[in-house]
């Protein structure tokens, strides 16, 4: 397949997966986190509401450039039926927006869904790509600047990027505009003493797919190896048969191995 008709079949395949969420579980569209145009989230919620539920926040990939929440719900199937509510999170896309205004929404947004949602029995994130990156930005954040402290139990970070300088010098960056400085205040990378206070408690599963590039899998090996250093309750996750775009495809799947692992996490294997 070329590159477009790959692109082409992955945005296919996340749209029809989120189709489907949408048409069998009861949502909550376009809810503001803010106040800005693409400041909105989507909750898909259990048919049961029982007073201490998992919930899932949801971070597209994407480059930071495409997509948006309303390809996000494909994985909400298997874990509402299980009892999860899964809240997938829009953020201004480049050129519309930067990457210190998209890193500021999606902590913004965890904000307002833990004031709007506070009797879950735990919060957890879980991104792919571009949006594994912004989860692991939000695990490094200093919450003092902000109203409250989320408690943040799991992260499923999947084929994510955590050093933004190898992308400067790439067309990835033609609609961000990043400068040096820009790259390096946004690198998850670069704030694991942060992540260490903020975060200490959470369970982070760093996952790459086996056919990744070869950027994506040294970036992912060697976040996992530095959150390890530093302590934290870190596992990795080599899944096999797997390329960039079929790793996060398949948590539509409750058998996937992935899917799983998330359940298992949240507590609801």
């Known amino acids: 397949m070329s590159a477009d008709d790959v692109i082409r079949a992955h945005v296919s395949a996340l749209k029809s997966g989120t189709e489907r969420a949408r048409s069998v579980t009861q949502t909550l569209m376009d809810v503001p986190y803010g106040e800005a145009e693409g400041e909105k989230l989507d909750v898909y919620l259990p048919s049961s509401s029982s007073p201490d539920v998992p919930l899932v ?4 990939g994407g480059y930071w450039q495409f997509l948006s929440k309303d390809e996000s719900g494909f994985l909400a199937v298997p874990l509402v039926q299980k009892g999860a509510v899964v809240v997938a999170v829009g953020y201004s896309i ?7 205004l ?8 965890v904000v307002s869904v833990i004031q709007q949602y506070s009797h879950i029995s735990g919060l957890y994130l879980c991104g792919h790509s571009a949006g594994a990156h912004l989860a692991a930005m939000v695990l490094s954040t200093d919450w ?14 999947v084929s994510g990027i955590y050093d933004l300088q190898p992308i400067l010098s790439t067309y990835v960056n033609e609609p961000l505009k990043m400068t040096e400085e820009v790259a390096l205040r ?17 369970d982070i599963t760093v996952a790459v797919a086996q056919n990744d ?5 040294k970036q992912s090996e060697e976040y996992y190896k530095a959150l390890e250093s530093a302590g934290l309750k870190v596992s990795f996750e080599d899944v096999s048969e797997t390329d960039h775009f079929s790793i996060i495809e398949q948590l ?8 799983k692992l998330l359940l298992k996490m949240i507590g609801k294997s």
């Open 144 to 157: 003092t600047q902000y109203d409250v402290s989320p408690q943040i139990k799991g992260a499923f970070l």
């Open 186 to 202: 946004n690198s998850p990378s670069r704030f694991l003493s942060q992540l260490k206070v903020s975060s200490a408690s959470c």
């Open 102 to 109: 998209m890193v500021s929404q999606v902590r913004r947004s």
């Open 57 to 60: 926040i949801y971070f597209h």
């Open 213 to 217: 590039s070869p950027e994506f899998r």
């Open 252 to 259: 539509v799947d409750e058998n996937y191995l992935l899917t």
């Open 94 to 100: 480049a050129p519309k927006g930067d990457m210190d």
